[in-house]
């Protein structure tokens, strides 16, 4: 009787095919399960990074022109056929390219070249592009540097608050005929694909 018993118990230790089945379901739920929610979470994280750079870019570009604009000067400049350009000028009918003069310019390298640099802003196929200058007066062969700075651009206004606290579409304001003249502040709106409109105020510091 006990031999009869013990080979009973080793043949009735074991797991029927249908606990195997049911074991496999319930591991494969579970497994379906935690990849779904593996799959949310690096969706979520991809998604809060690109957010992420998408807020650094918009701070950088708005800090970079912002310091640009701060550090305007009366300074005109002379175009690369000789004619005079206005410290600071907005392109016409529509062009979307303001231009200005600016002091501040950093020389690292201890270069032999003005601390007063030409810049720009222009909006060209979604791209606001910063361009700049190696030299003040241009010549017939000055390069001009170009930067990408900003994506996914829609739209650009800049308007400019006079000295009778009036806004303008474009600068110099008409009838103006004083190249040096600088307005007090200046208005930055821009239209993104994927965040909307921004508006940016900056108050001009150096007008002198």
Known sequence: MRVEYYK????????????????????????????GGLQTTISTKKSSQKAADRVSE??????????????????????????FLNAMQSGENGDAIVAWTRSGYRNPAHLKRSHVQRVAYKLEQQKLIRM?????????????MESEVLTNVEFIEWRFLNNSNEWLSAWPEEG????????????LNIELKDWGKIRRLILLGNRT
């Open 132 to 144: 700049t200058w190696p030299v003040l007066d241009l010549a017939q062969d000055s390069k001009t």
């Open 8 to 35: 009973y118990s080793r043949l009735s230790s074991g797991f029927t095919l249908l606990e195997l089945l049911v074991a496999l379901s319930i591991f494969a739920v579970v497994s379906v399960m935690a990849y």
């Open 58 to 83: 918009l701070q950088l570009v708005m800090m970079r022109i912002s310091n640009d604009l701060r550090q305007v000067i009366s300074r005109k400049v002379r175009s690369e056929h000789g004619d």
């Open 176 to 187: 103006e005929e004083e190249f040096s003249s600088l307005p007090q502040a200046v208005e």
